[in-house]
Structure formats: structure tokens, C-alpha cells
């Protein structure tokens, strides 16, 4: 019913940038929240950055100053500029979105992840 498709990532050394970009498709009639979350090896989930509808942003401390999320409510998509970027943002990236469907019926919908990884 909602397709997440995400682009970017890759391989970047240390104080390198990159930026992963999501789009959301399918039987949309809002998006409450949209963000980004990863999955270190050996280690849980975590919330990276993630806006809501009506534009509050938060952030996780360790990227706080460091990594922004932007939103495009019309398109349906969420960029994550990551500056300054550290061995231990290594990651697998997943976009992540709480969808209402034009059902009126509300999902959580994830991407298929994309990698990340920063050489020291």
C-alpha cells in the first residue's frame, strides 16, 4: 500500500558528508511523522532524526549539530544531511514513516535500509 524508497549512502571516511534522501509512495492521505532510524552491528534500533507534519524536529544527542533532517510535505520526502561524519554513525539506514492511509487506517511503514559506513 506505501512504498518507501531510499537513496544515498555509501562509504565515507571520517569528517566526510553524505546524504540519504526518502520517498514515500502508495495510498497516502497524510504522513504524521517521517524520519530516519539505523542498526549498528550488534546493536538495537535507534531514532537518528525524525519531523513530524507539523514541522518539530528531534534529533538523537549523538547527532545533534551534526546531521539535519529536512521534509518536503508536498512530495512526500524526508533528506538526512550527515556532516561531520564518525566511524560510529556505521550503520544500516532505515527511513521510517507513520502513514495514514486514504483508508483513514494507520501504519508504520519502513524502508529497506540502505548502508552507511564512515572509515577511520
Known amino acids: 500500500q506505501v512504498q518507501l524508497v531510499e537513496s544515498g549512502g555509501g562509504l565515507v571516511e571520517t569528517g566526510g558528508s553524505l546524504r540519504l534522501s526518502c520517498a514515500a509512495s502508495g495510498n497516502i492521505f497524510s504522513i504524521n511523522a517521517m524520519g530516519w532510524f539505523r542498526q549498528a552491528p550488534g546493536k538495537q534500533r535507534e531514532l537518528v532524526a525524525v519531523?513530524?507534519?507539523?514541522?518539530?524536529?528531534n534529533y538523537a544527542d549523538s547527532v545533534k549539530g551534526r546531521f539535519t533532517l529536512s521534509r518536503s510535505n508536498a512530495k512526500n520526502t524526508v533528506s538526512l544531511q550527515m556532516n561531520s561524519l564518525k566511524p560510529e554513525d556505521t550503520a544500516v539506514y532505515y527511513c521510517n514513516a507513520v502513514v495514514v492511509l486514504t483508508t483513514l487506517a494507520k501504519y508504520d511503514y519502513w524502508g529497506q535500509g540502505t548502508q552507511v559506513t564512515v572509515s577511520s
Open positions: 519531523v513530524t507534519s507539523g514541522g518539530s524536529t
